[in-house]
C-alpha cells in the first residue's frame, strides 16, 4: 500500500443557490480543488461522488458520469458512492483506497447535493428514507425525531441540558461568521437557541442543520508524487469506517454510537495516534447532541461531558481542542454529499494554513467524523501537516 496525499481543495459557497445543478456545483468545486492542486485535464485517473440523492431532489439518477462530462474529462471513470449523510467521507475515503492500492495515480474525490428545489416536507421525506423503513420510517419516524429521542436519552442518563446543546449551535454559528461559503452569517445567543420554535421536542430550529445546496472536492494523489504539483500536501494518516443496525430499537444504548467509537478507535490505532494528539476536528453536527455525542464517542471527552465542556468553551476556535470552527453542518449548511468532503476540505486548509480568518495556530493535525443514517455508517479520517 501507498502512503497518501491530498494535495488540492474546492468547494462551492453553500446555502440556497437557486436555479443551478449539482452537477455544475461540483465542476465548479472541481475546478477549483484542480486548480490549487496544479493537477491538469489529463492528470485526472478517476472521479467518485458521493450523493444521496439525485434521483429524488433533481430527477437524475446515475449522476456520476455527468461530472467528467462537465469537467472535459472524455471516458474518466467516474463512481457514484450513497451511504445516507456519510456519502461524502466514503467518497474520500474511496478515492484514498484507489491511490493508496495502486489503481489510480491522481483521484478527483467529490461530493453534492441539492436539496432546496423541494419544500422542506419533502426534503425530510427523502432523508427519511436513510432511517429503517420497516419499523422507524413507516411508522412517522423523521431525522429530526430520532436526534430528539437520543437527545433525550442524553439528558435523562447523564443531565445534558437544553443550554448545553445550545452551546455547540452558538459556537458553529460563531464560527461560520469567518467562513465566507457558510450559508448562515449569523451570531445566535443561548436563549435564541433555547427559545427558538420546536421542531421535534426537544431540538429547536437551531438544534438543526439546515437544508442545502452545496459541493466540495478534494484532489488524492500517492504521497511520493506529492511535490509534481503545486499544491502544499496534507498526509493522510488512517481512514476507518464502521456499520451498525439500521434500527434504533436494535440498540443498546440512544447516548452515542458504536460506530463512532469503533471507526476512531481503528483511525487512531492506524495512525499510531491517540485523541490527545488531534489539534483540530470537524464533526457531524446534524443536530447539536450529535456534536456532543461525537466528542465523546470519539474520546476527546468523557461519557457525559461532551455538553458541559461546549459550555464551557473548551471546542471553542480558540479552546483546547478546537471543535468544528468552519461552522460544521449547523451554520456552514449541510448539502448532504457533500458535508464530509467538506469536513476534508476544512481539515486540509487548516493544516497547510490557508483557512483564512478562522485559521488555527499551530495544528499539525486534523480529524473528522462523517455520519450516515441514524449513525449506521460513520467514516473518520486523519490527515497530517504534510512537508
Ligand atoms: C429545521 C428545519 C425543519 C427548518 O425548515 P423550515 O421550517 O422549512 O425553515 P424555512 O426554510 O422555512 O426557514 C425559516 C427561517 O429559519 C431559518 N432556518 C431554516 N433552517 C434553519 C436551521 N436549521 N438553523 C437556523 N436557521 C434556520 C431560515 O433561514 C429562515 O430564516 P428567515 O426567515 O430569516 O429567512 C429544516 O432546516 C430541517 O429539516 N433541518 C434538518 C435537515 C436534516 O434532517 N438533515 C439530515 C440530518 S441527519
Redesign the pocket.
Known amino acids: 500500500m501507498r502512503d497518501v496525499a491530498i494535495i488540492g481543495t474546492g468547494m462551492t459557497k453553500f446555502g440556497?443557490l437557486g436555479r443551478v445543478t449539482s452537477r455544475e456545483l461540483v465542476t465548479s468545486a472541481a475546478l477549483e480543488a484542480m486548480n490549487d492542486a496544479g493537477v491538469e485535464r489529463g492528470d485526472i485517473d478517476a472521479v467518485y461522488l458521493g450523493e444521496l440523492s439525485g434521483d429524488i431532489f433533481e430527477h437524475q439518477m446515475h449522476a456520476a458520469p455527468g461530472i467528467p462530462d462537465y469537467l472535459g474529462l472524455e471516458n474518466t471513470p467516474s463512481t457514484r458512492v450513497e451511504a445516507?449523510?456519510a456519502s461524502g467521507g466514503l467518497s474520500v475515503m474511496h478515492s484514498i483506497m484507489a491511490v493508496a492500492g495502486g489503481f489510480y495515480d491522481v483521484v478527483l474525490a467529490t461530493g453534492a447535493e441539492k436539496m432546496t428545489n423541494l419544500?422542506?416536507?419533502h426534503?425530510?421525506e427523502a432523508?427519511s428514507m436513510?432511517a429503517d423503513d420497516i419499523y422507524e420510517v413507516s411508522l412517522g419516524v423523521?431525522?429530526?425525531g430520532?436526534?430528539a429521542m437520543m437527545a433525550r436519552a442524553h439528558e435523562m442518563e447523564y443531565g445534558t441540558t437544553p443550554e448545553m446543546r445550545a452551546a455547540v449551535?452558538v459556537k458553529n454559528?460563531k464560527n461560520a461568521m469567518d467562513n465566507p461559503n457558510a450559508?448562515?452569517h449569523?451570531e445566535?445567543t443561548i436563549e435564541k437557541v433555547v427559545n427558538?420554535?420546536m421542531?421535534a421536542d426537544p431540538l429547536t430550529?437551531?438544534?438543526?442543520?439546515?437544508?442545502t445546496d452545496g459541493a466540495a472536492a478534494v484532489v488524492v494523489v500517492p504521497w511520493e508524487d506529492r511535490h509534481k504539483y503545486e499544491g502544499p500536501a496534507v498526509k493522510v494518516r488512517s481512514f476507518a469506517q464502521a456499520s451498525d443496525t439500521m434500527s434504533l430499537h436494535d440498540r443498546p444504548v440512544l447516548t452515542g454510537f458504536k460506530t463512532t467509537q469503533i471507526a476512531a478507535r481503528n483511525a487512531f490505532e492506524r495512525a499510531q495516534l491517540q485523541p490527545k494528539d488531534i489539534d483540530i476536528v470537524e464533526v457531524?453536527d446534524?443536530?447539536t447532541i450529535?456534536e456532543i455525542m461525537a466528542i465523546e464517542d470519539m474520546g476527546f471527552f468523557k461519557k457525559g461531558e461532551g455538553g458541559k465542556v461546549t459550555l464551557d468553551g473548551v471546542t471553542a476556535r480558540d479552546g483546547q481542542i478546537p471543535v468544528n470552527v468552519s461552522g460544521g453542518?449547523?451554520?456552514k449548511g449541510?448539502p448532504?454529499g457533500a458535508s464530509g468532503v467538506a469536513q476534508v476540505v476544512e481539515i486540509t486548509n487548516q493544516l497547510r494554513d490557508r483557512a483564512g480568518p478562522r485559521q488555527v495556530p499551530d495544528v499539525n493535525i486534523g480529524m473528522t467524523q462523517n455520519?450516515?443514517?441514524?449513525g449506521s455508517t460513520i467514516v473518520c479520517h486523519i490527515l497530517e501537516r504534510g512537508d
Request: proline share 7%.
Open positions: 440556497n445516507a449523510c419544500p422542506t416536507a426534503v425530510t432523508l436513510c423523521t431525522f429530526p430520532a436526534f449551535a454559528h450559508q448562515f449569523k445566535i427558538s420554535i421542531v430550529l437551531y438544534d438543526c442543520s439546515p437544508i457531524h446534524c443536530f450529535a453542518l449547523k451554520a449541510h448532504i455520519l450516515g443514517g441514524s
